[in-house]
């Protein structure tokens, strides 16, 4: 089913190139927000191999979701440790 009653609402104000497209997805910016220097500062004391990878993903030769589960295995070892999420250093920056 079409999308009716948004291209109804705005077939007037828009041209119609835009209201008769094909649908298209979204795709979240993930790569760039990961680009922060806060992730770097939160994997900069761990291991060689963290630290590689972490440099693998800044110069573009890693994907951003392998880079995303470095970030999440690195809380969650921090969170096993008794420092949770909330003050892990690099954390306190989101709040």
Request: contains cysteine; positive net charge.
């Amino acid at each position: 089913m079409k999308k009716i009653l948004l291209i109804a609402a705005y077939e007037d104000v828009l041209p119609r190139e835009i209201w008769n497209r094909p649908k298209q997805g979204f795709v979240f910016p993930f790569q760039e927000w990961l680009k922060n220097d806060l992730f770097y500062e939160m994997l900069s004391q761990e291991n060689t191999h963290t630290q590689y990878l972490a440099n693998q993903f800044k110069v573009g030769k890693l994907e951003w979701s392998r880079f995303w589960s470095l970030c999440v295995m690195h809380l969650f070892d921090h969170s096993r440790k008794k420092t949770s999420y909330q003050t892990h250093p690099v954390a306190l920056n989101f709040a």
